[in-house]
Nanobody, 115 residues
Framework: QVRLVESGGGLVQPGGSLRLSCAAS????????MRWYRQAPGKERELVAS????????NYADSVKGRFTISRDNAKNTVYLQMNSLKPEDTAVYYC????????WGQGTQVTVSS
């Protein structure tokens, strides 16, 4: 059974930091590109960051460049999203995505940036 379980979301003040984790199971994690998406209320889901199978290449949306860092640990089947200098506009549900021979989604974790 394939599972992607996100954790680490919550309420944080502007300028604060959060680290999201996504634990994967049920598929060969190291053969999949991993991505983080987010969806704010009333908006379409957008790609935030991606990382290739070995972690050699990462890409970011312009809106998060320099503030967010995606990383992965293939030994732990886990992908991370370190989010610094958070802004109110980062408020959204964040989803983990595995992209490869098939595509898998997590259930999402809420991130709220507010004072």
């Amino acid at each position: 059974q394939v599972r992607l379980v996100e954790s680490g979301g919550g309420l944080v003040q502007p300028g604060g930091s959060l680290r999201l984790s996504c634990a994967a199971s049920g598929f060969t994690f190291s053969r999949y590109t991993m991505r983080w998406y987010r969806q704010a209320p009333g908006k379409e889901r957008e790609l935030v960051a991606s990382i290739t199978e070995t972690g050699s290449t990462t890409n970011y949306a312009d809106s998060v460049k320099g503030r967010f860092t995606i990383s992965r640990d293939n030994a732990k089947n886990t992908v991370y999203l370190q989010m610094n200098s958070l802004k109110p506009e980062d408020t959204a549900v964040y989803y983990c995505n595995a992209f490869g021979w098939k595509t898998y989604w997590g259930q999402g974790t809420q991130v709220t940036v507010s004072s």
